[in-house]
Structure formats: structure tokens, C-alpha cells
């Protein structure tokens, strides 16, 4: 009888142990349950949608490394690599997107290779390859982003002319903002050299740079006044007149050099902004 009533406690106490454990296996099968694909995928978009896109991309590289081969998160964390202009990931996003073919049959995977090039500006071998695999309309589209991105001038405005039936249609925007861009004058750095070379400052004005003119014309003239009074007064051999003779030749020569940088500093930020808008234009055409 005493050996019957040790076993009843012992047999308790192994029923109490089993109990706890199913409860703590049942509860980390329920944490664990959090963390499969569908909750983590829903989780690494609500990142994405409110760009916290650095923790979006973890959740999907995990993601990808669980489930390799799904192309819904190949091409959901590429774009969040594109959306954080992480240019740097390119090279592991064309490798997900080109493995075994996945983006030369068209459809998303392509268009966000594209988008990829355009957003960093990437001069990739395949890019007319897979432009060719969109319809008329995308091609057209996304061939013009790749000559405004490149910066290829003559091909963009040729481009622009020879499909401007399609390319007006479909995204006027960018076919007008490209003819503008096309028939803009600039400023011609020679000119503006030759006008301060005559009077000074006046290069500067002709760059739209009113104060520099002024302020050109200001220390350069009156140098040279400060000149000519002390050589009037003490002849050539007058120290001052030499001092703020060298004084206004230097202010003169940078003054020449000054009214040609502005005309070039004048024209890069036209073309400048051309391209903001440019760009502008077509991320918000993705």
C-alpha cells in the first residue's frame, strides 16, 4: 500500500509537467504561426506602404530566403530597393529578376527592371532588350526616359520627332516638356566674355546675374580710377597708381573668367531643371 500511494504523487507531478509543456508548445506555435509567409508578407508591405522601406527590404530578403523563386516577393522587394533608391542593390535585384528567364517574358518583373534603370540612372546592356518586349506605347516610353536619364540629347529629340504620334497620345507631358527642351537657347560663354572684356560686368548681366555685375563693375572701375588719379598726381612712378592698377587687372581678369563661368553655371542649371522635370514626370508615369 505505501509503494501505491508514492506512485499516486509522482504520477501528478508528471501530469502537471505535461500539461505546462503542451501549454508553452501550444503558445509558441501561435507566435510561431505569426511569422509565416502570409504575416510576414503583409507585415513587409505595411512597412513598404508607410516607407519605412529599410525594414520592408529585411522582411522580404527573409521571405525570399524561405521561399526562394516567388516572384511576388522578387518583384515586391525589388521595387522597395527601388522606392529607397538603394542604386546599390541593383546588381541582387537584376540577379532575382533575370534568374531562370523570370523578366524576359515581360509583364511586371520587366517594367521594374526598367524603372530600376531609370530611377538610379543605370546604363544597362539588356535595357533596349527588354524595352522590346513591351508593348508600343511602354517601349516608347520607356526608350525616351532612358535618353532624358543618359542625358543623349540628339538621340532624345529624334527619338521624340519620329514618335510623336505615340509618345504625345500617351504621355503629353513629357513629349511637350522635351520639344521645350529641344528649342531652348542659351547663353553663349564667348559672348559673355567679349561683353565684359568692353564693360565690365555686363557678361554677368547677360547670365541673368545682376548683382555679380554690379559688383564687378564697381571694383573694377574703381581701381582703375584709384589708378588713374595717383599716376595723375605723381606720374609714373607713383606706387599707388601700380598698387590699384594690379588691383583693378585682377579684378578685370576675374571678371572675364567670372562672366564666362556664369554663362556656363546659366545653362547647366537650365538644363538642369529640364531633367527635375523631366524626371518628375516619368517616376510619376511608374
Not at 508514492?6 to 501561435?30: D, E, H, K, Q, V
Not at 510576414?40 to 529585411?58: G, P
Not at 526616359?145 to 529629340?157: A, E, I, K, N, V
Not at 561683353?195 to 541673368?208: D, E, I, N, T
Request: hydrophobic fraction near 35%.
Amino acid at each position: 500500500m505505501r509503494r501505491k500511494d508514492t506512485m499516486i504523487p509522482f504520477s501528478r507531478n508528471r501530469f502537471t509537467a505535461l500539461l505546462i509543456c503542451t501549454l508553452a508548445t501550444g503558445t509558441i506555435l501561435a507566435q510561431e504561426d505569426l511569422m509565416d509567409y502570409a504575416h510576414t508578407l503583409k507585415f513587409a508591405r505595411y512597412l513598404s506602404n508607410t516607407q519605412q522601406y529599410d525594414f520592408a527590404a529585411q522582411e522580404y530578403e527573409r521571405l525570399n530566403f524561405l521561399w526562394p523563386g516567388d516572384t511576388t516577393v522578387i518583384l515586391e522587394l525589388v521595387k522597395t530597393y527601388r522606392l529607397n533608391s538603394d542604386c546599390d542593390r541593383f546588381p541582387d535585384a537584376f540577379r532575382l529578376m533575370s534568374a531562370e528567364d523570370r523578366m524576359f517574358t515581360g509583364g511586371p518583373l520587366a517594367r521594374e527592371y526598367l524603372r530600376f534603370c531609370l530611377t538610379c540612372r543605370i546604363d544597362h546592356p539588356l535595357y533596349f532588350d527588354v524595352t522590346s518586349l513591351m508593348d508600343r506605347d511602354e517601349r516608347a516610353f520607356y526608350n525616351l526616359g532612358y535618353y532624358w536619364t543618359q542625358r543623349q540629347y540628339d538621340s532624345l529629340f529624334a527619338y521624340n520627332h519620329r514618335n510623336s504620334e505615340i509618345i504625345s497620345g500617351s504621355y503629353p507631358g513629357l513629349y511637350s516638356l522635351t520639344g521645350d527642351f529641344e528649342n531652348q537657347k542659351y547663353k553663349i560663354p564667348a559672348v559673355a566674355l567679349a561683353m565684359s572684356a568692353v564693360l565690365p560686368g555686363s557678361g554677368k548681366a547677360y547670365s541673368g546675374r545682376w548683382g555679380d555685375a554690379a559688383v564687378s563693375f564697381l571694383f573694377v572701375t574703381s581701381g582703375a580710377y584709384a589708378s588713374y588719379r595717383a599716376f595723375k598726381k605723381k606720374g609714373i612712378g607713383s606706387f599707388n597708381g601700380w598698387l590699384f592698377g594690379g588691383v583693378a587687372f585682377s579684378f578685370y581678369a576675374s571678371n572675364l573668367y567670372g562672366s564666362f563661368k556664369a554663362a556656363r553655371n546659366h545653362n547647366d542649371q537650365v538644363r538642369n531643371k529640364y531633367h527635375q522635370n523631366a524626371e518628375r514626370i516619368i517616376h510619376h508615369s511608374f
